[in-house]
């Protein structure tokens, strides 16, 4: 089941949200762009915020599940000597699962969400890129259960658990007079917490604070390595075939954000502070690798680790929400994000930028108890320029240029 559903999920790199985050997770969150912190309008309240469980409208058991559909275009880049090289298109099926209780006991509501808070997957076909990333593979799922306590009619807080399992792949394939190649592949569970706090000092008006905690996701598996020798002796032969590890971060985040009312329209603002400054360098481990290994130049390359120091980054998000008729709102939004790499630690595997990114959709209600959103988004990825630090002739040094991310996402949710 758990292959199934990876394989289900796929690749789904670089889709809004610098790095490798993937912060929209329901149908509503696709058309919000994620400005829908403050208030929730159904159950993805129990990843987004637990303590607006205990503000939705309707108090029965709250179902909804939708489907993402994702598309990275082409990542083109062009080399300081003017070659030109471009990735293939990533593509993926997003499911996404939340559910929100009653209040089974006096001011506690309880939740849990299925979703896919980050991922990357990067292909390179030709030479140059794919000496340091013929592919790149992150997958992550997360099981987020929550609860929430109303404290006073307008103050309620939240809290949560993460579980969060990853599997990753990365080859590498330099195409050389001595070839030489690297497959490590590995998976791992790893856990975190979430806390949230929803205030409402007047009727129309909301106001939230949450935070998602640091993921250190430890990745374990295993390797094969193929490290010629010299043909003359100049070196021995590196290859090895065992054991590897890999830890990438995925880091805290602290949301702040605000909603006003106006009779039937909700305006939302989003401030998101990421910490991907926890993410220093992509290091893989190989635990039983020997003097001889590290006396082949090939095994020294695919050792070493590569520096990555990256920044934390601000989003800045807003949406608004009209409802056009009883049954029917309709909803907009933009966001600003800014790049996490450095433009000297920006690397094929993962080609980060800055982007801007559009959003609409709509939700419509059959009945009191069934209600369908759909929602999309288009991503604007600016041109980069980059230079990799270590002066290494397969690194990027040339401009990455613009590009763009889509998404389109229909949902279902249900009361009963």
């Known amino acids: 089941m758990k292959k199934y559903l990876l394989f289900s999920l796929a690749a789904c790199s670089l889709l809004n949200g610098a790095g490798f985050k993937l912060p929209e997770q329901s149908s509503d969150s696709v058309a919000l762009l994620n400005s829908n912190i403050a208030t929730s309008f159904g159950p993805d309240a129990a990843y987004f915020n637990p303590a607006n469980m205990l503000f939705l409208d309707d108090p029965r058991h709250q179902f909804e599940s939708s489907f993402s559909y994702l598309q990275l275009d082409n990542v083109k880049y062009t080399h300081y000597d003017g070659k030109k090289y471009k990735s293939r298109k990533s593509k993926a099926l997003l499911p996404t699962f939340h559910f929100v209780s009653p209040e089974y006991i006096a001011n506690w509501k309880f ?45 309620a807080i939240g809290f949560g658990l993460r579980a969060i399992y990853t599997k990753g792949e990365a080859i590498q394939d330099i195409n050389s007079p001595l070839k030489a190649d690297q497959d490590i592949k590995g998976d791992g569970v790893n856990f975190g917490y979430n806390i949230a706090l929803t205030y409402k000092p007047i009727e129309n008006l909301s106001l939230a604070a949450t935070y998602r905690s640091k993921v250190d996701m ?3 598996g ?17 290859s090895y075939n065992g054991k590897a590890k890999l830890n990438v971060p995925l880091p805290a985040s602290l949301n702040l954000a605000i909603s006003y009312e106006i009779k039937d329209t909700t305006l939302m603002f989003a401030y998101e502070k990421t910490y991907w400054s926890a993410w220093k360098e992509l290091n893989f481990d190989y635990p039983n690798a020997g003097a001889s290994n590290y006396s082949n130049p090939f095994f020294k390359a695919f050792d070493e680790p590569k520096a990555r120091n990256w920044k934390d980054t601000n989003t800045y998000r807003f949406g608004i929400a ?4 009883q049954k029917l709102r309709i909803m907009g939004s933009i966001i600003f994000d800014e790049a996490a790499s450095l433009s000297s630690t920006t690397s094929f595997d993962l080609p980060d930028t800055k982007a801007v990114a559009y959003g609409t959709g709509f939700n419509y209600k059959f009945s009191e108890d069934l209600e369908l959103g759909m929602s999309y988004f288009y991503q604007d990825r600016k041109k980069r ?32």
């Not at 295993?222 to 590196?238: E, M, V």
């Not at 590009?403 to 249900?414: C, F, T, V």
Request: zero cysteines; aromatic letters at 10%; charged letters at 25%.
């Open 218 to 220: 430890k990745l374990k």
């Open 111 to 155: 939740g849990i969400s299925l979703v896919v808070p980050a991922g990357m997957s990067m292909r390179w076909d030709e030479d140059l890129p794919k000496a340091t990333s013929k592919k790149f593979d992150l997958k992550v799922m997360e099981l987020n259960p929550s609860a929430a306590y109303r404290i006073t009619d307008n103050l």
């Open 385 to 416: 320029d980059v230079k990799y630090y270590s002066g290494n002739p397969n690194y990027p040094n040339g401009t990455f240029e613009r590009g763009n991310a889509q998404a389109i996402n229909l949902g279902i949710k249900y009361k009963f």
């Open 322 to 325: 009209h409802n056009a008729t």
């Open 222 to 238: 295993d390797t094969d390595i193929k490290a010629p020798a010299h043909p003359l002796g100049a070196f021995p032969d590196g």
